[in-house]
T-cell receptor, first 112, second 115 residues
Framework: GENVEQHPSTLSVQEGDSAVIKCTYS??????FPWYKQELGKRPQLIIDIRSNVGEKKDQRIAVTLNKTAKHFSLHITETQPEDSAVYFC???????????WGAGTKLIIKP | EAQVTQNPRYLITVTGKKLTVTCSQNMNHEYMSWYRQDPGLGLRQIYYSMNVEVTDKGDVPEGYKVSRKEKRNFPLILESPSPNQTSLYFC??????????????FGPGTRLTVL
């Protein structure tokens, strides 16, 4: 069945460096790819999303890139800061697009 | 304030005792969904609803029921809870954007323990 694979499961970077998290999906009909951030003990919140009619989207220090041919999309965080420490989830729609399939999450650790 | 609320936030119960977790949103969203979150497994969808009286199974619907009698409310019912339903549960709502959902707004979560 359709699934979303997310890598790595844990990522530790030095403060100020960049972080990249990658997700691959299997449903070629998927056209909406969100990224959510979940801080410890909090609810997930959308940080950026991209639709299949564009290849890249930026919002200040975060960006998402999409490669529809290879069926993968990535989250890029530049100039990482301590407040970026969290678990990040990617998701992609299944079939009807009204159901999201989620990656297993990446725990991002920012080292001071 | 636009929000999704869930109650209760924490619940400890025993096997077989029926329970309901309520979810309410004040944003007039068509789409509502229930997820469970377990370590290492991410978010798994239990049920979702596209509008009033329209509900569909997600990936892990066994042991759960839902109803959507009003647009703002989407309760999750566990008729006979079992220990493997111990988890963190999130309700979420979203407007529909053409042929897909849009930003999902999550409730604060309900931590359920079934003994």
């Amino acid at each position: 069945g359709e699934n979303v694979e997310q890598h790595p499961s844990t990522l530790s970077v030095q403060e100020g460096d960049s972080a990249v998290i990658k997700c691959t999906y299997s449903d070629s009909a998927s056209n909406y790819f969100p990224w959510y951030k979940q801080e410890l003990g909090k609810r997930p919140q959308l940080i950026i999303d991209i639709r299949s009619n564009v290849g890249e989207k930026k919002d200040q220090r975060i960006a998402v890139t999409l490669n529809k041919t290879a069926k993968h999309f990535s989250l890029h965080i530049t100039e990482t800061q301590p407040e970026d420490s969290a678990v990040y989830f990617c998701a992609a729609p299944r079939g009807s697009n009204y159901q999201l399939i989620w990656g297993a999450g990446t725990k991002l650790i920012i080292k001071p | 304030e636009a929000q999704v609320t869930q109650n209760p936030r924490y619940l400890i119960t025993v096997t077989g005792k029926k329970l309901t977790v309520t979810c309410s949103q004040n944003m007039n969203h068509e789409y509502m969904s229930w997820y469970r979150q377990d370590p290492g497994l991410g978010l798994r969808q239990i049920y979702y609803s596209m509008n009033v009286e329209v509900t569909d199974k997600g990936d892990v619907p066994e042991g759960y029921k839902v109803s959507r009698k009003e647009k703002r409310n989407f309760p999750l019912i566990l008729e006979s809870p079992s220990p493997n339903q111990t988890s963190l549960y999130f309700c979420a709502s979203s407007p529909l954007a053409g042929d897909s959902t849009d930003t999902q707004y999550f409730g604060p979560g309900t931590r359920l323990t079934v003994l």
